[in-house]
Structure formats: C-alpha cells, structure tokens
C-alpha cells in the first residue's frame, strides 16, 4: 500500500514538472516562426531531432538491445507516434489557421474529458464526483487562462471547430497510449519509437527538402532547443509519471500546469499582459491539481 502510495506521488511530480517545461512550447514556437519556420516544419523538426536524442540517450543507457521490443509495445509506439505526435500536430495546425489560436486552445483542453472517457473504458477507472468536479475545474480554468474570459464567435468555422476537438482527443490519448507502450517498454525506448513514428509521418508534410531549413544554422538550434526541453526531456518526465501513476485520468490535470507555467513565460520573455480573468483561470488550474492529488492521497491512506 505504501509503495503504491509513493508510486502516485512520485508519478505525479515528474508530470508536473513535464507538464511546466511543456510551458515552454509557446515561446519555442514563435521563436522558430521569427527565424522562418511554419507550424508543420516546427512540428517535424520538434520530434526529428527528440527522436536522435533519444535514440542516443537510450543506446547510451540500456544498450542497443533496448531498442527490441515486442510487437504489441512497438504498436503501441506507434500509435502515440502518429496520433500523439504526427496527427495531433496536423489537426491543431489547421485548427488555428481556420478557427484561430484562442479558439484551438479552448477546444484543446477538453483533452483531459476524453482521457478520464476513454481511462473507464479502457482500465475500468472510477469517475467519482470529486473527479468530475476537478475536471470541470481545470477545463474552465484552462479556458480562462487562455482567452481572458473573452473570445470572439463571430467568424466561427465549424471545420476549425471539428479540428480542435479531434486536437484534443489526439492530446487526450497520450497519457492512454503512454500507459499501454509503458506496460510493455521502459520510457526511453517508448519515446524514442515514439518520435520515429512521428518523424517519419510529419516528414512528407513538412517536405523540409524543399526548404532553406538545412542552412538555417539559428532555425536548427532553436528546434535542437524545443526538442531537448519542452519535448524530450518533458515527455520522458511524463511517460516515467504516467506508468507510476495508477489512474490515468488524473493524468491530464496535473499536466495542466503546462498553462500556467506558458503564461508566466509569455511574461517573462515576450512582456505580455495577464489579466485578471487569465489569472483566475490560473488560480482555478492549481485547484484542480490540488484536487486531483488529495484525491490519490485519501484513497490510499483509508
């Protein structure tokens, strides 16, 4: 029981502070638009280059026969490659292109519902009230945070719309996919497998040879930059967290600080403003992880 005990909370801390370098995304985003990328190149470069440093860092630490896995976490791999990585990054894409940014990041916090949906359904997880109520919690807070409280409708495009919630669910399955792949495979090879997938798929989207991408020398170190801390570093503090972690529902939530560790960094380093509707969304996001992780605590010391 203690051991449990200490495994959700170690697990809870490492998606934590994933979840806080994930804050990071934002600022590497427009960096690399500043010096010329666009959102797929960005996309690909992320996981190409989160794929070689992984692949060194788990031939460095378990050997190249880590890398040989059984069909089931390969296929496991996989689908957190092209879902989680490859397909959400298409979808959310075209969300903000046709919907706009504050519309897409609204859609894509309902990510953590389809997480506890598809967690019962999967694993057979209890969606109690005290659940319920920190997911509708951190939703609402998410959207706070990211709109102000205000956004406009005006010029709503429903294929946007249809694109941001498949976003979300994409978002929603990682921690569902990262918790099979994590049965069968430690998180180094996962991530690793992951990334390839991801790369191979994000490949003939970005079609970076018809690009100056290669010449670009501040273009690559900003993406070796946002594939090194926000992706590697962060996913892998995640994955290790989730297959800790004994509900995967809660997942999503404590990774929600993602929010406002972006907006602190938007202040930080691009002197954005923060209102006081973005800061109770804010405030409301830390109620839900408090909730999520008294929750993990109680039932395990009745």
Known sequence: MNQQKNA???????????????????????????????????????????????????????????????????LACALLGLICHGIYNIFYSLAVNLAGITISAVLLNIAPLFTALFSWMLFHEHITSRKIFALVINVFGCVLAATGGSFSVASLSLTGIVCGIFAGLCYGLTAIFGKIAGDQSNAFVMSTYSYLFAAIFLFFFSKPWQSAVMTNLPLLGAGFFYALVPTAIAYLLYYQGVQNMQETSRVPVLASIEMVMAGIFGVMLFHEQLHGMNLLGMVLVLLSIVLMSKKVKQSHTA
């Open 8 to 74: 959700n909370f170690i697990g809870g801390i490492l998606i934590f502070i994933g979840g806080a370098l994930w804050g990071m995304i934002g600022p590497c985003i427009q960096i690399m638009e500043q010096l010329g990328s666009n959102s797929i190149l960005t996309s690909f470069l992320r996981v190409a280059f989160a794929f070689i440093i992984m692949l060194v860092l788990t031939v460095a630490r378990y050997g190249c026969s880590s890398l040989k896995i059984n069909k089931k976490a390969l």
